[in-house]
């Protein structure tokens, strides 16, 4: 019952998705048609230019809403990441699980199964509560950026410049900028604790900067700021340098262990030998 409501829901995002992709390049107005537009990607472009009315901008509203959407779904990337380090932490029952249970007959399986779901049940870690913040934030990620491609459309609004770019030209300064800035928070997210996640570190930036060089600057300035704010979520959350501090810290005490003893002055005697007793009577005379 839960595989078929994801279905369903992943059917439903993918189709409202689509319906934004055909329009990306369309002009946007308030009576633009369509749920897409109405509840999604219209408020979000009413949002910018209410906040380039009071900043003076377009480069300066898009940097504020970014930074306000990123403040309105932190909580939901917080639930993410506890998610996803408890998913993380009970990886070695998991494969412990996987060796008691090797083959892939139906009895086998199910007693993983069973036993699989009481391990979550007992450690209280649901894999679907890193799936829900996901599906919840995307549609307004993706609206934002489709808002921005589409205002660039719209013959009624000049993006301006700023720092000197052209908000609705490409600039490869600034794709570099979000290439550098997206291989950074995948540098210190998730992606560094798992071998099969390494591949996005290299493909996303080199994505980001081959699309950096032909999309306007505008949509490129929202991925460098929002690269930004996860890379400062990632610092409080992942803690990713005190995560190389520990293996060094844990390799010295032994190092500490196995130092042999400092070697004493010579000429010193050690605090625990006994004098000597010295043989035969008095120095200096002989026994008449």
């Not at 932190?74 to 408890?86: A, D, E, G, N, Y």
């Not at 990620?141 to 770019?165: K, Q, W």
């Not at 890379?231 to 196995?258: D, G, L, R």
Request: charged share 15%; aromatic share 10%; proline share 7%.
């Amino acid at each position: 019952m839960k595989k078929k409501l994801w279905l369903v829901l992943m059917v439903a995002f993918l189709a409202a998705f689509l319906a934004g992709c055909t329009e990306f390049n369309e002009p946007i107005y308030e009576d633009s048609e369509g749920f897409w537009n109405k509840f999604i990607v219209w408020p979000l472009v009413s949002l910018i230019i209410m906040f380039k009315g009071l900043l003076g901008t377009y480069g300066l509203a898009i940097i504020a809403v970014t930074i306000l959407i990123r403040l309105v779904i932190l909580p939901l990337m917080i639930k993410q990441v506890q998610s996803s380090k408890r998913m993380q932490e009970i990886q070695p029952e998991i494969k412990a699980l996987q060796a008691k249970y090797p083959s892939k007959d139906a009895v086998t399986q199910k007693k993983y199964q069973e036993e699989f779901q009481q391990l979550l049940k007992t450690r209280n870690v649901n894999p679907a509560a890193g799936c829900l913040p996901v599906l919840v934030q995307m549609p307004i990620l993706i609206g934002f950026y489709h808002a921005i491609s589409r205002m660039n459309a719209t013959p009624e609004i000049a993006l301006g410049d700023i720092f000197g770019v052209h908000l609705a030209e490409p600039s490869i300064i600034l794709a570099f900028i979000a290439a550098a800035a997206q291989f950074v928070v995948l540098r210190t997210g998730p992606a560094m604790d798992n071998p099969q996640m390494k591949a996005m570190m290299y493909f996303m930036p080199v994505m980001i900067f081959a699309f950096g060089t032909f999309l306007p600057s505008a949509l490129t300035l929202y991925w460098i700021i929002g690269n930004i704010i996860s890379f400062i979520t990632n610092i409080f959350m992942y803690k990713p340098f005190s995560k190389k501090e520990e293996p060094a810290a844990a390799t010295a005490a032994p190092a500490a262990q196995n130092r042999p003893a400092q070697q004493k002055p010579a000429g010193t005697r050690p605090a625990t030998q006994p004098k000597a007793k010295k043989k035969g009577g008095k120095s200096g005379g002989k026994k008449k």
